[in-house]
């Protein structure tokens, strides 16, 4: 990308951390504190990435590899980045994604155990996101198995069960769980950990104060 003026943040976490719920919630307090923003998920961020979307997080959850699925949300990243996330920024406006590059070490790489090389990973960064980078990452910590229970019963109710992941073992999503949290130590400056096993509310008001430090903003609650 050439120009950013606007600011991106992404939500990580495992499964049923609430993210898109506290995507939503950020979108209108900043609309309200005056700051046009944009929401957006990985993967599905885009048209073509629906399709994606549709391959990647349905049916069987051996019908392809960590390496294979690393391809396809890269795939699904580029896309995003080059039509909906950098036209954006370049704009001013600011880019809240439900999900980035993050997610794809978390699980790729962490949950499978590391049975693909970060070496790729990084690899694939370069030659689909170059240097480019989330301003701010807020990542959802919540216990595996109190998050899995609560994401599956969310599916219960959906005529398309995007339950790919959670089908897979505990260790995976133990293993993904203190991957992301060794990414956050790594790069305190980006990420911020928050405990996500709390009331919407509170953990929107969490959020908030943290956004507000970060980007030295006086943004208020609902
Ligand atoms: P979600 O919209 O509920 O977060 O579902 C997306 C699923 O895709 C979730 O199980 C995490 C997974 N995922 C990866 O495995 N790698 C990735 O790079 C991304 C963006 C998502």
């Excluded at 996330?85 to 499978?112: H, M, N």
């Excluded at 999503?173 to 405990?195: I, K, Q, S, T």
Aim: with cysteine; charged share 30%; aromatic share 8%.
């Amino acid at each position: 990308m050439t120009d950013r003026k606007g600011v991106f943040i992404t939500l990580e976490g495992g499964e049923g951390t609430g993210k898109s719920t506290q995507l939503k919630l950020l979108s209108q307090t900043l609309t309200e504190a005056g700051i046009a923003n944009i929401t957006t998920k990985e993967p599905g961020g885009t048209e073509i990435g629906q399709e994606l979307r549709r391959i990647l997080v349905t049916g069987d959850k051996d019908k392809c590899d960590a390496v294979a699925e690393a391809l396809l949300y890269y795939a699904d990243r580029r896309i995003h980045l080059t039509t909906k996330i950098w036209p954006a920024l370049e704009k001013g406006c600011w880019v809240l994604s439900d999900r980035f590059a993050d997610s794809t070490v978390a699980y790729q790489y962490y949950g499978y155990n590391k049975r693909i090389s970060q070496e790729m990973l990084d690899d694939l960064y370069r030659m689909s996101v170059g240097k480019f980078k989330p301003d701010m990452t807020i990542l959802l910590d919540i216990d595996p198995r109190i998050g899995l229970e609560r994401s599956l019963k969310k599916a219960q109710g959906m005529s398309v069960k995007e339950t790919r992941h959670e089908s897979r073992g505990i260790e995976f999503h133990n293993n993904l769980r203190a991957g992301y949290l060794e990414m956050a130590a790594r790069e305190p400056e980006r990420f911020v950990v928050l405990n996500a096993d709390k009331s919407i509310e509170d953990l929107h008001k969490d959020i908030v104060k943290n956004v507000s430090e970060r980007f030295g903003l006086s943004l208020c609650r609902k």
